[in-house]
């Protein structure tokens, strides 16, 4: 009887010693971003240089670029990491922040099968390229959860002249999920998907897939990153989060993200300094 | 990588991956413990009292059995959320409130099996605790005592839910690297990630942990013939 | 000699006890006094479990009153009852015995030493470690018969305490039953073998379809029934 009750004592003071009352005490911030950008391996290698230089430990919770932003609209991040510049500035219209720095871009490629069904490999024109899978009604996955892979997609097909909800037949599909899911869908169903080049160097299940079309300029993602308002959510870490946001437009923070390669391969190509991004 | 690479990473104590079962168990047992003391308490009272509406009380745990753990954990996140009721406490995306959503979705199984556990025994000992004259309190810890195999093994029941789940927990710790990351919310992440060695070195861990489990329920049975016949 | 038990006598009025739509006891009017062991007798579905329990305070009358030494509460601290199937606990036999003292207030340091008095005053010492639910029948009986001992009884009811059980283990219950019913332990019980009625009986109380038939003392009832359903039912005729 006794032994049980020790047992019980020892785990309820662990589970408090634990608690946020201990946590008040260490620096430490959440920023809500995206499961591209924590696919794309990004995460792993910067946070620890953040925690060394700056002192402070960064916890990602990475959604969809709309969640993430709901996220920071109810108070639960101190800052927001996305790359959907509309949503962004409809997040800053709405005073949820009161400024909004751009980070660095990097690019999305157009993933499919070595067979090609829709004949779109080496297209210089991304537009031209969606045209061929639409007409083919080839299989296409798209991740349909908001996010800014999501948007990016849809403005393609915008451009492309196509009212995807009205021309979309048993071919597309809407997943709802991240990018890592939506790959994985594609390599097992034979199809095509739009994808962030981070996240593919990343993926480790290429199966037959590979990039068919790149480089259009109508491909880049850019990144952006906010403060929460701490107006509207007193709870913000304003100070520390501020820290996060200037060392990465900071010069050594810029140096420190085009360092971060794959494969020898350098994935995010910073921009801070560019007054349109 | 092949799946050579997740043996090995289970084999020699990789400590990311001792990182993720660590908290996974810790996260798990205290929700069951937690679960335990709400649980068992609330059974024993279904058990052993008899009030208007309690056949309904008894079909609702019952179905709160079957909640499922996404939902559960959708309803906490809304509750722990700074725009929410609860908001004040900060539990959001923290281990705390993973332990709170398995919490909530363990304690209706043990309530539920203790009741009937302690109902049964109850039938069996009524005629003679009330011939030795004993009083309420002690009759309770009896029942307790004696049922106690069979209750540690609703505990076995709900440490596997828990454990098992991912719906719940993903939801409410966000699956932070470091902090909120378990067993079930990393195979799920390595998964869409593509990176499957790592994946299936989890789900071997979790497998095992499962096994063993129910290893420790049929020993569990075993004492209990031995002790009690 | 134990003190005499201060619940007797136990009077009985114009009891009944209802069910539903069964009347199980309809207007019993009969007295428990101190003395040789008093035994209830009848056929099956007479009430004779019912009045026991009754009488041990476990359940109370639809009508009537029954008084215990006068007094209207039961207060069962020197009285203790074996059930016709008693319920084992889940524990060892010596478990069981320990069980009854801790319930009867006796001191930790005295139950193991007390218990295993009790195992061997009914013959199972050497079973003690054994779990209790894989006691035979027989000794399943005399478990039960030792945690209703174990509460140091002045008044013990014990319900058809030998139904079937072997020759040997009937023989072993019963001496024990004198034992203690000449240590000054009032014994009140149901049996509904009648040469063990004979046996124990220092008076007999006839029971049938829930009514008080007779109740006179031993002798003169086997030798001279009042009434023609005891003589019939000593006769061994039925009684429907």
Not at chain 3, 51 to 73: D, K, Q, S, V
């Amino acid at each position: 009887m006794h032994t049980r009750r020790t047992v019980i004592a020892a785990l309820a003071f662990a589970v408090v010693a634990a608690s946020p009352i201990a946590q008040a005490q260490d620096k430490s911030i959440v920023v809500a971003s995206t499961t591209s950008t924590q696919d794309s391996g990004l995460f792993e290698y910067l946070l620890p240089i953040v925690k060394q230089k700056l002192g402070i430990t960064v916890k990602v919770v990475a959604q969809g670029t709309g969640q993430a932003l709901d996220t920071g609209r109810r108070g639960d991040a101190d800052v927001v990491f996305v790359h959907a510049k509309s949503a962004e500035q409809k997040f800053l219209a709405e005073g949820q922040s009161t400024k909004r720095y751009p980070v660095m871009y990097n690019d999305f490629v157009l993933i499919g099968p070595k067979s090609d069904p829709a004949g779109i490999k080496g297209m210089k024109d991304v537009s031209k390229a969606f045209t061929a899978i639409k007409d083919k009604q080839a299989s296409f996955i798209s991740r349909g959860d908001r996010s800014g892979t999501h948007i990016a997609e849809l403005n393609l097909w915008k451009d492309s002249g196509i009212d995807i909800e009205k021309d979309k037949g048993p071919w597309y599909k809407s997943i709802g999920q991240g990018m890592g899911a939506a790959l994985n869908t594609a390599g097992a169903s034979n199809a095509y998907v739009l994808s962030d080049r981070g996240t593919w160097i990343n993926f480790k299940n290429k199966g037959d897939l590979e990039i068919l079309v790149e480089g259009d300029k109508r491909m880049f993602n850019q990144y952006g990153v906010m403060l929460v308002n701490p107006e509207k959510h007193p709870n913000v870490k304003k100070e520390l989060g501020q820290q996060f946001i200037d060392y990465l437009v900071s010069p050594e923070g810029q140096k420190d993200i085009a360092n971060y390669k794959i494969n020898g391969q350098q994935l995010f190509y910073p921009n801070a300094n560019d007054p349109g991004a | 990588m092949g799946d050579g690479s997740a043996l090995h990473l289970v084999l020699t104590g990789d400590p990311a991956l001792f990182a993720i079962v660590e908290l996974s168990l810790l996260v798990s047992l205290s929700a069951v413990l937690l679960a335990a003391v709400i649980g068992v308490p609330i059974g024993a009272l279904l058990a052993l009292t008899r009030f208007r509406g309690r056949e309904i009380v008894i079909v609702v745990l019952n179905a709160m059995m079957g909640l499922p753990p996404v939902v559960v954990g959708l309803a906490i996140f809304l509750a722990l959320s700074r725009s929410g009721p609860l908001g004040a406490w900060g539990l959001l995306f923290t281990p705390q409130a993973m332990v709170i959503a398995q919490t909530v979705l363990v304690a209706p199984i043990i309530a539920a099996l203790s009741r009937q556990t302690i109902e049964d025994l109850w039938a069996e000992y009524r005629e003679e605790l009330a011939a030795m004259n004993i009083g309420p309190v002690r009759r309770v810890a009896t029942l307790i005592w004696d049922a106690r195999f069979s209750l540690v093994t609703a505990l076995l029941a709900g440490f596997g839910r828990a454990a098992a789940e991912v719906g719940a927990i993903i939801i409410v710790g966000g699956n932070i690297d470091g902090f909120t990351r378990t067993m079930t919310t990393a195979i799920a992440l390595e998964t869409s990630k593509g990176d499957l060695p790592l994946a299936v070195g989890l789900g071997m861990v979790l497998i095992a942990i499962v096994v063993v489990i129910n290893a420790l329920a049929w020993g569990v049975r075993r004492s209990a013939e031995r002790v009690a016949g | 000699m134990r003190a005499p038990s201060t619940d007797l006598p136990i009077v009985i009025v114009d009891a009944s006890v209802v069910a539903g739509q069964t009347t199980i006891l309809n207007r019993l009017t009969l007295t428990f006094s101190a003395g040789a062991p008093s035994v209830l007798i009848g056929p099956n579905g007479s009430g004779k479990t019912t009045l026991l329990r009754a009488a041990m305070g476990l359940i109370p009358l639809t009508r009537g009153r029954i008084t215990w030494a006068g007094r209207e509460e039961a207060a069962p601290e020197r009285r203790a009852i074996v059930f016709q199937r008693p319920a084992m606990l889940r524990r060892s036999t010596g478990g069981n015995v320990r069980y009854a003292l801790a319930a009867a207030g006796v001191p930790r340091a005295k139950r193991h030493e007390r218990a295993a008095e009790l195992l061997k005053l009914v013959g199972l010492e050497g079973l003690a470690r054994r779990p209790a639910r894989r006691l035979s029948g027989g000794e399943q009986q005399r478990l039960a018969l030792a945690r209703a001992l174990a509460r140091d009884p002045a008044l013990l009811f014990l319900d058809e305490p030998t139904a079937s059980l072997d020759p040997a283990a009937i023989k072993a219950i019963e001496d024990i039953i004198r034992s203690i019913s000449a240590r000054g332990v009032k014994v009140i019980m149901s049996t509904h073998d009648l040469g063990q009625a004979r046996r124990l009986a220092g008076d007999v109380t006839l029971l049938h379809r829930g009514r008080l038939i007779e109740q006179a003392p031993a002798d003169e009832f086997f030798s001279a029934p009042r009434t023609q359903e005891g003589a019939k039912f000593i006769a061994g005729e039925l009684l429907v």
